[in-house]
């Protein structure tokens, strides 16, 4: 009996995952007849977490659709901004994705970090469990059947990073109202308050100040205020735009 084989056509968007020999149009591909188009996706070397519409002689399939002989496929990008069902919008990114954590949490979203490699079981059982979208680079751990939900992290440059996860998911914006240490929600504090957290030159220098409500630590407008603003209008410009 001869070998299935089918033709595939990848959407240049997903072009980073699969070599070169399979861009820019439909090529060949050899299946074995069982197995379902999700794991045949997969073999590519594309993570299901970027896959959206599959369509297959023109009609739209789910993953678990057993490809035949001669049948065409259509390999979709997720469709932008992405809908995540079933809980709040909230993230959790791996050892790899400080600064995006930082970023996404002055910008109010809620984003878990393990700022420990805790391995790739671990964070998908943690996803899992809390309901958050799974951010990383590592397409093992994106392709990992634990996972609630996930998404590939397409640049290594934090600014792209940021840009990239907004314009995907859409989250709500709140800024400065969570700790980019720990993730908690942030409260008014009086300098009284928090004076035990403070050097003599920022003491002498601030009035307004606001405390984590989990690990205590202190904020004010300090050195840094100008650079975190800039980054907080650039994404609530993408918003409005």
Known sequence: MN??????EIAPALDLFVPHGRRGGATPLATDGVSTLGHVIESL???LTEVGALIVDGHEVPVSHI???GESVRVRPVRRPQSVPGAPLRFLL????????????LLGVDTAYESTDIGDPALAVR??????????????????REL???????????EDQLRDILDRFAPELRPWTRCTACNGLLKPATKEEVADRLEGGTRRSYDVFAQCGECGRAYWKG????????????????RSA
């Not at 469990?129 to 990992?144: F, H, K, P, Q, T």
């Not at 609630?148 to 934090?158: L, N």
Request: charged share 25%; glycine share 6%.
């Open 127 to 144: 996803s899992a469990a809390e309901r958050r979208v799974m951010l990383s680079r590592d397409r093992g751990l994106l392709r990992r």
């Open 94 to 105: 791996d050892v790899h994705l400080g600064t995006l954590a930082r970023r996404l949490r």
């Open 67 to 69: 490809p035949a002989h």
């Open 223 to 238: 050195a840094h205020h100008e650079q975190l603003e800039a980054i907080v209008r650039e994404a609530l410009t993408m």
């Open 3 to 8: 070998t299935p084989e089918i033709h595939v």
């Open 45 to 47: 070397g594309i993570p």
């Open 148 to 158: 609630w939900a996930g998404a590939f992290v397409y640049s290594t440059r934090p």
